[in-house]
């Protein structure tokens, strides 16, 4: 054979080596993204690196460091209404729909949430426990955190958004916990934002949904904790819009309320630590523990663009199913959501609530260690 | 050479490449894989659940342009390798719009993929919720960038392939 074609045909095989080679990288590469992506999530596998609210540190924070709050403090009582964001009753279509915002529960509409029976939540929490809701519950991590201690009782702290989706969901959740160690006298119709699927939510007071602000306070009373509630707000019509954190800061701090002061300080310090940093809302706390997400994520099935049944339901739909959650799975999803965010609690003041007796919430406390 | 006949020279060989079943197969798996790499980025974020507040033909087109582009990168790779000319294709590119459209359509009010990122390299709490804010209130136009980036580096592309195929091959030991 001549030396040239010789050459050639090693230069071919060589090139169809390479080529191979080629191919062979880009699967590679593209299970390697995949595997990159899924360790960046896990948080427990990723390097625990500090990062300080103002600066870049890369030490760890220990746990003992951070600031220890036993306040003594009045809770913000909201207002009933809001001149500039009132009450709409016109029907609107679903997905872009305002109907009864701002509205205020009735009494047989409340009574749903403060009045729930305990075998809802036991029924919800066995299933739970059976691992009947897959995904859609107790899909973030509780985080341990010392207590932010207000009048001698632990705390529940809620930052979330109004315009948010997630929030949206979750707010029937928390209610619904919420109710088990004391009660609301009012709640309100809300939604989340029009781009964020406009769901028929609850709001803890009056939301300024017209306004790029925050809401503050809440009608809940309870002998066994507090709830400091700050929910953002942006024009509801928009999607969903978060004010940055230090605009956040200046509004809770013109509150000049004590708790509600001490208790962002408590998140911007726990936010040093990647485990319990804000991650967006709702970012909770529950007495001992913290969640940087969702604990309850039914919005039902998608059914279109974007669209979810949650989107096309009405309160009164959602409150129904809420009455009796037997043959509904948002329902027992939330009721199932509420007993995690229970047993929390329960964890959180040594179980001394009547409610800290069901045994699902027993079983879910030993289940998942709080 | 005249804009029009360039422009006809990417529209051969676009026809070139998708007239090889190899090239649309390659094409089709390359499109599916970005689509699950989205809605695992998704789905990771959203507690296991696929949950998005874009309509999906964002998804869908930005896994096909990202796929067009990677087919066009796998072509030009091919076809620098047969003529023996060294040339870097634009496949990575597509990569990492579908990365960053599937955290950008991810990213909602929460948004533990974007924010796990951004607190690891060393961005404060006020980076992190100005970026969250930022990034779920403009979606739509960030994934349009994305697909736009993509679809003009496919034409970028096209233009370098026929350039690269106009080279004559290097003959070495001459």
């Known amino acids: 054979m001549p030396k040239n074609r010789r050459i050639k045909k090693r230069q071919t095989e060589t090139s169809k080596r390479f080529v191979r080679l080629c191919y062979l990288a880009i699967a590679i590469s593209m299970i390697a993204l995949i595997i990159s992506s899924y360790s960046l999530l896990t948080k427990g596998e990723i390097v625990y690196k500090t990062v300080y609210i103002n600066g870049t540190g890369s030490s760890a924070l220990p746990k003992a460091s951070y600031a220890k709050y036993n306040i003594t403090s009045s809770l913000i009582t909201p207002l009933y209404y809001l001149p500039n964001d009132p009450p709409i009753t016109t029907n609107m279509t679903f997905g872009q729909r305002l109907t009864g915002i701002n509205t205020q529960l009735n009494s047989s509409e409340l009574s749903i949430i403060n009045n729930a029976p305990d075998s809802y939540f036991e029924k919800a929490g066995a299933m739970y426990l059976n691992g009947t809701f897959g995904n859609l519950v107790g899909g973030v991590t509780a985080n341990k955190v010392p207590p932010f201690i207000v009048n001698g009782k632990p705390s529940v702290i809620y930052l979330g958004s109004i315009t948010c989706f997630f929030c949206g969901e979750n707010r029937w959740a928390m209610a619904l916990a919420l109710s088990r160690f004391g009660n609301f006298s009012a709640l309100f119709k809300g939604y989340s934002s029009f781009g964020d699927s406009n769901f028929p939510t609850l709001y803890w007071a009056p939301g300024r949904y017209n306004q790029s602000s925050d809401d503050f306070g809440s009608f809940y009373n309870s002998k066994y904790l507090n709830f400091i509630a700050i929910d953002d707000t942006h024009p509801i019509r928009g999607g969903f819009a978060l004010n940055p954190i230090s605009i956040i800061e200046e509004n809770v701090n013109a509150t000049g309320n004590t708790a509600y002061i001490d208790s962002f300080s408590y998140i911007l310090n726990l936010s040093r630590v990647q485990a319990t940093a804000f991650q967006g809302t709702p970012y909770t706390i529950w007495g001992d523990y913290q969640l940087g997400g969702a604990d309850a994520v039914d919005v039902g099935n998608s059914i279109g663009n974007n669209e979810y049944q949650l989107t096309n339901m009405t309160h009164a739909e959602v409150l129904a199913q809420l009455s009796n959650p037997n043959n509904s799975s948002f329902g027992l999803v939330e009721y199932a959501a509420a007993d995690l965010y229970v047993a929390m609690i329960c964890s959180s003041i040594n179980n001394n609530a009547p409610v800290c007796s069901l045994s699902s919430i027993k079983a879910i406390e030993s289940a998942n260690g709080y | ?174």
């Open chain 2, 1 to 174: 050479m005249p804009k029009n006949a360039q422009n006809k020279m990417r529209y051969i060989f676009l026809k070139r490449i998708f007239s090889s079943p190899i090239m649309v197969l390659a094409f089709a798996v390359i499109a599916i894989l970005y689509y699950f790499l989205i809605h695992f980025l998704i789905t990771v974020s959203s507690h296991g659940l696929f949950l998005i507040t874009l309509p999906s033909y964002f998804i869908y087109m930005l896994s096909l342009t990202s796929s067009l582009l990677m087919t066009i990168s796998i072509y030009q790779i091919h076809i620098s390798l047969k003529n023996r000319i060294l040339a870097v294709g634009e496949g990575a590119t597509s990569a990492i719009t579908t990365i960053a459209g599937g955290l950008i359509t991810s990213c909602g009010c929460s948004s533990p993929i974007l924010s796990t990122i951004l607190y690891g390299i060393g961005v404060n709490i006020i980076g992190v919720s100005g970026a969250i804010s930022f990034v779920a209130s403009n979606q739509e136009w960030l994934i349009g960038i994305a697909i736009l980036a993509n679809l003009i580096l496919s034409y970028y592309s096209l233009g370098k392939l026929y350039r690269l195929h106009a080279k004559k091959p290097k003959e070495k030991g001459r």
